[in-house]
């Protein structure tokens, strides 16, 4: 049983700039994690890429000119062609044996680091002879069904079995003409008929001037996301909507761009249509597996908003200080400390800011590779929301020995590891000195703050995101939620309410939903969102008044859960 609330609302004393965790001069771009989806579902042309929402382009720091000041709010989209960073792009993929991009003298760590940065995983260390292929290999496309009989039905076998089928979710990618390139479970190489068939219904649809978003069959969705030059399908048996899916494979493409660049993927299929694009991304499939599992248990992707790790404001700013006053590096452009996927301080060039989604990639590179914690790391990332044509060079690395804290230092040049290197060891230093590292592995170690800190009995759990900040705040997991399943429940119950929240047909401000084991209150406004858990016996007008107590417990420690301010270089 559900309910809208239409009086009896939570309290209107809350106004706009003025709500927990507010930022008038926020560091990322504060943009909802459907605005993307609603551009994707109305516009006619949906095969090309959308544009992306930055606050200006890798060209444009390398190549300065009179530029007006940025104003966040006002961000014009533009569209980045290949040929944005082509010239960075043919270097890398002519210089084979450049495995690190980084000075001839590199030391013993980076030359001897394990395969499974993204510089090799995009192809650097790929034989100069296969990629040659790219433009002199003009032969017909390959089929994209198995070779023989034989082969065929072992697939139709793998598809029909147990293993394959006790799956939840799936997740596949595959290029325009079939060929396959990923999937979450299995081995594509066994499901190649499966792909062919997905990319026939995508070009059948297509004949008819059509695109082929959703599939629906009792309580099965495959949803269909269209690119350019890749087709990217989610089919699952969930409570997922179809925006949600959606949403999880935009994710999943930008990973894609985040190894390659579009620019580099636009001219691999412009040259070669049936080329198979695991050759590039051999290694990464990691990547995609890491980001795939978390957002199937993180809520900053659907509600397209970062974590920020408990700390004291004072604590904070002498963290961003101490970055400031050592990284002042030329074409430095962020300086972002995280932990235990939570930012702790992002130090930015003025009038440049992070989308939500480049940072949620960022987190998903780090957390998903253990080879960072072994030694100081100098690899290219694309960050697809600021500049999908090119890439920024990263210097990464752990600030304690416990590899609690990583340090992340973002730049368009990339033959300053040894400067950054230096830098690094400055802040490191400076973070001893003032015991921040210390106070980092306190706020990791104590897990967050715990719902009954805020004083309410009857409130469970709950998710609040400042829009302005593009920032939410969560307390740990209690009974009944401190199991896995009960957490998976509880993480259901949560993109339930959002969807239903934000549904493109009839979209609410207020939710209140009683359900069989809790009650649920979802209430956005301009300014924040705010989805809150409750017992099963907690009235409407009970859980009001405890969202609004809820409200003034998290403005009174927004310094401690938000960053307010927005250091830059």
């Keep these: 049983m559900a309910a809208e609330i239409s009086n009896d609302s939570p309290s209107d004393e809350i106004l706009q700039g003025s709500e927990p965790g507010a930022s008038r001069n926020s560091m990322l771009l504060a943009t909802d994690s459907y605005d993307d989806l609603a551009s ?50 043919n270097e890398q993929l002519e210089n084979s044996l450049d495995v690190s991009a980084s000075p001839v003298d590199e030391p013993a760590a980076l030359a001897t680091s394990d395969s499974d940065t993204v510089t090799e995983r995009i192809g650097l260390d790929t034989p ?89 069959a009792g309580s099965h969705k495959m949803v269909f996301l269209i690119r350019e030059n890749l087709v990217l399908v989610a089919a699952a048996r969930s409570i997922e909507s179809m925006p949600q899916l959606l949403l999880q494979l935009t994710y999943v493409y930008n990973q894609v761009l985040s190894v390659l660049t579009l620019s580099q993927l636009s001219r ?38 970062v974590r920020c790790l408990p700390l004291e404001s004072s604590m904070r700013d002498t963290i961003a200080q101490s970055i400031a006053q050592n990284a002042k590096v030329k074409d430095l452009v962020f300086a972002i400390l995280i932990a235990d996927n939570q930012l702790i301080t992002l130090v930015r060039m003025k009038k440049y800011f992070l989308h939500p989604l480049d940072l949620h990639l960022i987190f998903n590179l780090v957390s998903a590779s253990e080879s960072f914690k072994a030694a100081e790391s100098w690899t290219p990332i ?61 706020s990791v170690d104590q897990n967050g703050y715990k719902t009954s800190q805020v004083g309410i009995p009857e409130l469970r759990h709950f998710l609040y995101k400042s829009r302005s900040a593009a920032q939410f705040s969560c307390p740990e997991y209690e009974a009944p939620y401190h199991t896995a399943d009960q957490r998976d429940r509880l993480f259901g119950l949560y993109q339930f309410l959002h969807h239903r929240i934000h549904s493109s047909s009839r979209p609410l401000k207020i939710l ?23 017992g099963p016996l907690v009235t409407k007008s009970a859980a009001i008044n405890s969202v609004n ?14 960053i307010l301010n927005s250091p830059t270089f």
């Design 268 to 305: 691999i299929f412009k040259q070669r249509r049936n080329y198979d694009l695991r050759r590039l991304l051999t290694g990464a499939e990691k990547f995609f597996d890491n980001l795939l599992n978390t957002m199937d248990r993180d809520p900053c992707f659907f509600l397209g908003a």
């Design 549 to 562: 107590k809820l409200l003034k417990w998290i403005k009174k420690e927004e310094d401690r859960f938000f």
């Design 40 to 89: 994707y579902l109305s516009d006619t042309n949906l095969s090309s890429d959308r544009d992306r929402l930055s606050s200006g382009s890798i060209s444009e720091i390398t190549h300065p000119t009179e530029t007006e000041s940025f104003d966040p709010k006002s961000v014009i989209s533009e569209e980045v062609g290949p040929e944005v960073v082509e010239n960075e792009i």
């Design 382 to 442: 694309c960050l697809p929301k600021f500049d999908s044509g090119g890439y920024l060079h990263a210097h990464i690395s752990y600030m304690d020995e416990e590899c609690r804290s990583c340090l992340l230092l973002l730049t368009v040049d990339r033959d300053v590891f040894f400067t950054l290197s230096e830098c690094k060891e400055k802040i490191r230093e400076r973070l001893v000195k003032y015991k921040c590292l210390a106070a980092i592995a306190e």
């Design 128 to 216: 100069t002879s296969q990629l040659s292929e790219l433009s002199t290999d003009h032969s017909q496309p390959e089929a994209c069904t198995g070779n023989n009989s034989d082969e065929q039905e072992e697939e139709v076998e793998y598809v029909h079995s147990q293993e394959w089928r006790q799956h939840r979710k799936h997740v596949f990618i595959l290029s325009q003409s079939g060929k396959p390139i990923y999937s979450r479970h299995g081995d594509e190489d066994r499901l190649v008929t499966l792909m062919g068939v997905m990319q026939a219904l995508v070009s059948v649809i297509g004949d008819g001037q059509d695109l082929l978003r959703c599939i629906t």
């Design 512 to 534: 209140f939903h009683v359900g069989s084991h809790e009650t649920l209150l979802g209430w956005v406004t301009s300014g924040f969102e705010l989805y809150a858990v409750f």
